[in-house]
């Protein structure tokens, strides 16, 4: 009965990210992500930390020389991009504080 109502007001299933999520991590820890926002935030963070320093280090150039010098040339830049982003988001976080 519940099927037949959301079908007829047009709902879809749940969003892809969701289900991606479900399958990568397992219902359980999907579950435990979801309600612990602790987990959440810190996933969150990661995420966007990573994002800066795929963005920084060039990735995709790099690993146009080929994989094992770009993997050289990445491991040889990642301690200055990394010092880079901490400082930049140590800066964004005192200009948001007001301090």
Not at 19 to 31: C, H, Q, R, S, T
């Amino acid at each position: 009965m519940t099927q037949q109502a959301n079908l007829m007001a047009g709902k879809r299933s749940a969003p892809i990210w969701a289900l991606l999520a479900i399958v990568f991590l397992g219902w359980n820890e999907f579950m435990v992500v979801l309600w612990n926002p602790l987990y959440l935030i810190i996933g969150a963070v990661l995420f966007i930390l990573g994002r800066q320093m795929y963005g920084e280090l060039d990735v995709d150039a790099e690993l146009q020389r080929g994989p094992i010098m770009g993997l050289i040339n990445i491991y040889h830049k990642l301690g200055g991009v990394l010092h880079k982003v901490a400082v930049q988001n140590v800066e964004a976080a005192q200009h948001l504080g007001g301090a």
